[in-house]
């Protein structure tokens, strides 16, 4: 892009951002610890869902001291319902290195921000710019697709450079926002409303927009029996393993049926570990859950024990829970789903 209109797509793209943008809550702070909170849950995840976790979030974990000093299933609970729980694992332990390393202040310089966990080239350049006011670009999806539609060209390379060459060295962080913004209101992946866009006058792709071809992902549907076996007032938990999927968090026992086995039969699979016959189960309903690209139906299942009913819990990761205590816990959001359903 040549730089007479380089300085052109500047120019309108600030005016239109100051005119357009909407006001959201991490825009009113140049604390870098609050813009790296709204970095890492906006990944993946819409604006309107991550609003009020990020006002509870640094509400509970103002600063990156009280993130590091937390106990990682706190964290977890917090994050709860926002899914990728990866992301806040690594969010902690970015935290904890953070406070170690750097004082408790993220740091401003590229190398050492792409050594913390959980923080890749979009989230270091988003930081620079927005929060230390540096010219590093931001290239998030919508950031890739008003520049490739611009420039006419999709090519990794093309982009970065030309995006590296687009943020300027005043307001950079104002610039990277009001390119996210125009993909994420005006350049929009399916008909970009190109007669109302601040650049269309140097765009190539005006009036004829189209993004590459997306890969067609393959959803997947599962169904995944869950088991409620409550006691009192209790219900019983299980821990999943540390490190792997949704790793930590408290979850109904339960398990994806596969092949030939009935649910009767994988439901008794799952409970045979627990040292005493249970009860005949009676359906409460199915609880519907997506994630990443599973689509779970998870028909879920009471089984009422007596008080003097005792079970001999196999490991330390299963717990009795008390009902009106299942918030304190971090869970799955499919458990927490399954366990309203427990509701009147
Ligand atoms: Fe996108 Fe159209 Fe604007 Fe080009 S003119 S940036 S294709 S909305």
């Not at 008794?268 to 990443?292: C, E, N, Q, S």
Request: hydrophobic share 40%.
């Amino acid at each position: 892009m040549p730089p007479k209109h380089r300085r052109a797509v500047r120019r309108k793209l600030l005016l239109w951002y100051e005119k357009n943008r909407r006001d959201l809550p991490w825009r009113r702070t140049l604390d870098p610890y609050a813009i790296w909170i709204s970095e890492t849950m906006l990944q993946q995840t819409r604006v309107s869902v991550v609003i009020p976790y990020y006002e509870k979030f640094l509400q509970e974990f103002p600063t990156v001291d009280a993130l590091a000093r937390a106990r990682l299933q706190r964290v977890l609970r917090h994050w709860s319902g926002l899914g990728y729980y990866r992301r806040a694992e690594q969010l902690h332990r970015a935290a904890r290195q953070i406070s170690q390393r750097h004082e408790g202040a993220l740091p401003g310089d590229l190398a050492a921000l792409r050594a913390l966990p959980g923080i890749g080239d979009y989230t270091a350049g988003a930081l620079l710019s927005i929060a230390f006011g540096r010219a590093y670009p931001a290239i998030d999806g919508n950031a890739r697709r008003v520049i490739g539609r611009m420039i006419g060209s999709f090519d990794g390379r093309k982009l970065r450079r030309t995006a590296q060459e687009l943020v300027p060295a005043a307001r950079p962080g104002a610039f990277n926002q009001a390119l996210m913004e125009l993909g994420a209101t005006v350049c929009t992946p399916r008909n970009p409303r190109c007669e109302n866009c601040a650049v269309r006058s140097l765009c190539a792709g005006s009036g004829r927009a189209a993004a590459p071809a997306r890969r067609e992902i393959q959803v997947t549907s599962v169904v995944w029996p869950l088991a409620i076996i409550r006691r009192g007032g209790k219900i019983l938990l299980r821990r999943r393993e540390a490190g792997g999927m949704l790793g930590g968090l408290w979850e109904l026992p339960g398990g994806e049926l596969n092949g030939e086995a009935s649910i009767p039969a994988l439901l008794r699979g799952v409970l045979r570990d627990l040292g005493a016959p249970l009860p005949r189960p009676r359906k409460l309903g199915a609880v519907r859950h997506a994630i990443t690209h599973r689509r779970i139906v998870a028909p879920t299942y009471l089984f009422e024990l007596a008080a003097e009913n005792t079970l001999t819990l196999p490991r330390a990761r299963w717990r009795w829970v008390d009902l009106r205590r299942l918030g304190a816990h971090a869970t799955s959001s499919m458990t927490a789903k399954a366990c309203r359903l427990l509701s009147p």
